[in-house]
């Protein structure tokens, strides 16, 4: 059983820095994604960005392009989000997820951490 626990969510002014990481367990393979997803209340989750966990490939929403970085460390098995230049619009529930290819669909990912919360204050 694939299980992801997310970490490194809080308060944090506009302009300022966070790193979100989500540690994996139970995976026996490399082919697949981890991807970062977020929910505000009242609407639907909304991609992020993603990787691929043997290439490091990343793929981002355009809202968050050259302020998001994610990275991963395959010996700790663990993903990471830097987000820098936070704006409030950023504020939501940042989930990360995995799945067997690269998507920005949140159906294309198979589980789901429990999400960590993020407010951008302005």
């Known amino acids: 059983q694939v299980r992801l626990v997310e970490s490194g969510g809080g308060l944090v002014q506009t302009g300022g820095s966070l790193r979100l990481s989500c540690a994996q367990s139970g995976r026996r393979f490399t082919g697949y994604a981890m991807a970062w997803f977020r929910q505000t209340p009242g609407k639907e989750r909304a991609f992020v960005a993603t990787?691929?966990?043997?290439?490091?490939?990343?793929f981002y929403a355009d809202s968050v392009k050259g302020r998001f970085t994610m990275s991963r460390d395959v010996a700790k098995n663990t993903g990471y989000l830097q987000m820098d230049s936070l704006k409030p619009d950023d504020t939501a529930i940042y989930y990360c997820?995995?799945?067997?290819?690269?998507?920005?669909?949140?159906?294309?990912?198979?589980?789901w951490g429990q999400g960590t919360q993020v407010t951008v204050s302005s």
């Open positions: 997820a995995t799945g067997i290819a690269l998507g920005t669909l949140d159906r294309e990912y198979d589980y």
């Open positions: 990787i691929s966990w043997s290439t490091g490939r990343t």
